[in-house]
């Protein structure tokens, strides 16, 4: 195996995150599942923008939010996914290059707009996503950048991309890629809802491609259909080599050859918003596995990222995640 280019290469939704504040009574009004990812058509889309609150626009998609997070803590990273040729997209871009992140997918040029979500933030920190998924889901085989894949030394697929079928088999392709030139593919589940969708899809993949599966409590039960969180871990345990399940304020467990652990989350002052936790707990994980850390370590990492991105509205860092690796003397 030939020496990578890239720690982590991601590959996923491109989308452009429009943050606003808002009550449960506004959520009920239109009709917004709470603390939950719906997906909305270009009309809808319009409609939640124009009834967002002062919002914050900036670049998301969960992917493209763990290569930021990677960068940040000093990671070489790069990210592929799907654009159209408009002001959200050229945005995506300028933001993922000012990140240090490459990012040269050739965009859309006739078809639907830049994704965007349309996040809702509750007062309990909570956030409510509604997803026009647009462009980033047009994205296709022709679209995986062979050599960038080859490039990494782990590739890291984001389960959200699923819901077109030329996606998913760009998605397969890059994985198989990945696998052929040596290197560790990393799937996150992204979603329960987007888990009972494609569930078979997901079980094959964890199955026959990934090495590490990022997954959130609720996600894993989705997945093994099971209400029993220990049956849902053990499962899979027996069916991927690496895997880290958050579970919000109880931290996370993790696993590789021997027993799962578990390592407490980090305290936070204040939760401001949830948007990104999930994201940024897999970038700091990744960072320490391609840095060969102890598992408790790379989740000890990921709870920095998520604590910082939850004290702030969204779903990037604010602060350099190497640094408060450093000032929690993780390294120097």
Same mark, same amino acid.
């Given at each position: 195996?030939?020496?990578?280019?890239?720690?982590?290469?991601?590959?996923?939704?491109?989308?452009?995150?429009?943050?606003?504040?808002?009550?449960?009574?506004?959520?009920?009004?239109?009709?917004? %599942?709470?603390?939950?990812?719906?997906?909305?058509?270009?009309?809808?889309?319009?409609?939640?923008?124009? =009834?967002?609150?002062?919002?914050?626009?900036?670049?998301?998609?969960? #992917?493209?939010?763990?290569?930021? #997070?990677?960068?940040?803590? $000093?990671?070489?990273?790069?990210?592929?996914?799907?654009?159209?040729?408009?002001?959200? $997209?050229?945005?995506?871009?300028?933001?993922?290059? %000012?990140?240090?992140? @490459?990012? =040269?997918?050739?965009?859309? +040029?006739?078809? @639907?707009?830049?994704?965007?979500?349309?996040?809702?933030?509750?007062?309990?920190?909570?956030?409510?996503?509604?997803?026009?998924?647009?462009? /980033?889901?047009?994205?296709?085989?022709?679209?995986?950048?062979?050599?960038?894949?080859?490039?990494?030394?782990?590739?890291?697929?984001? #389960?959200?991309?699923?819901?077109?079928?030329? %996606?998913?088999?760009?998605?397969?392709?890059?994985?198989?890629?990945?696998?052929?030139?040596?290197?560790?593919?990393?799937?996150?589940? /992204?979603? /329960?809802?987007?888990?009972?969708? =494609?569930?078979?899809?997901?079980?094959?993949?964890?199955?026959?491609?990934?090495?590490?599966?990022?997954?959130?409590?609720?996600?894993?039960?989705?997945?093994?259909?099971?209400?029993?969180?220990?049956?849902?871990?053990?499962?899979? =345990?027996?069916?991927?080599?690496?895997?880290?399940?958050?579970?919000?304020?109880?931290?996370?467990?993790?696993? #590789?050859?021997?027993? @799962?652990?578990?390592? @407490?989350?980090?305290?936070?002052?204040?939760?401001?918003? +949830? +948007?990104?936790?999930?994201?940024?707990?897999?970038?700091?994980?990744?960072?320490?596995?391609?840095?060969?850390?102890?598992?408790? +370590?790379?989740?000890?990492? $990921?709870?920095?990222?998520?604590?910082?991105?939850?004290?702030?509205?969204?779903?990037?860092?604010?602060?350099?995640?190497?640094?408060?690796?450093?000032?929690?003397?993780?390294? $120097?």
């Amino acid at each position: 195996m030939s020496s990578a280019k890239f720690d982590v290469v991601g590959l996923g939704n491109a989308i452009v995150d429009v943050l606003a504040r808002a009550d449960d009574a506004f959520l009920a009004q239109h009709g917004i %599942a709470k603390d939950a990812m719906s997906l909305i058509e270009e009309p809808r889309a319009q409609l939640l923008t124009a =009834h967002a609150l002062n919002p914050v626009v900036t670049s998301g998609g969960s #992917g493209a939010n763990t290569i930021a #997070g990677l960068a940040s803590f $000093g990671a070489s990273a790069a990210y592929i996914g799907k654009i159209a040729d408009d002001d959200l $997209g050229h945005q995506f871009m300028r933001e993922m290059m %000012a990140a240090g992140v @490459p990012f =040269h997918t050739r965009p859309l +040029t006739d078809g @639907p707009a830049t994704a965007r979500s349309i996040i809702f933030v509750t007062d309990d920190g909570h956030r409510s996503m509604n997803t026009f998924l647009g462009a /980033s889901v047009l994205f296709s085989r022709a679209d995986v950048d062979a050599q960038m894949v080859r490039d990494g030394s782990i590739l890291y697929l984001e #389960g959200y991309l699923f819901d077109k079928d030329e %996606a998913k088999a760009a998605f397969v392709n890059a994985a198989e890629i990945a696998k052929a030139a040596g290197r560790k593919v990393a799937i996150t589940l /992204s979603d /329960s809802f987007c888990v009972d969708r =494609h569930r078979a899809s997901f079980r094959q993949l964890v199955c026959g491609y990934a090495d590490i599966v990022f997954a959130n409590e609720a996600e894993i039960k989705a997945l093994y259909e099971t209400d029993d969180f220990e049956a849902a871990l053990s499962a899979l =345990h027996s069916e991927c080599a690496v895997a880290a399940v958050t579970r919000s304020e109880k931290g996370s467990v993790v696993f #590789g050859d021997g027993a @799962p652990v578990e390592v @407490p989350a980090e305290p936070v002052s204040q939760v401001v918003d +949830t +948007t990104g936790a999930g994201d940024q707990y897999a970038a700091g994980f990744l960072f320490g596995f391609a840095r060969g850390l102890p598992l408790a +370590t790379c989740a000890r990492l $990921g709870h920095i990222a998520a604590a910082e991105v939850i004290s702030h509205f969204g779903p990037r860092p604010e602060q350099s995640y190497k640094a408060l690796a450093e000032k929690a003397g993780i390294f $120097g």
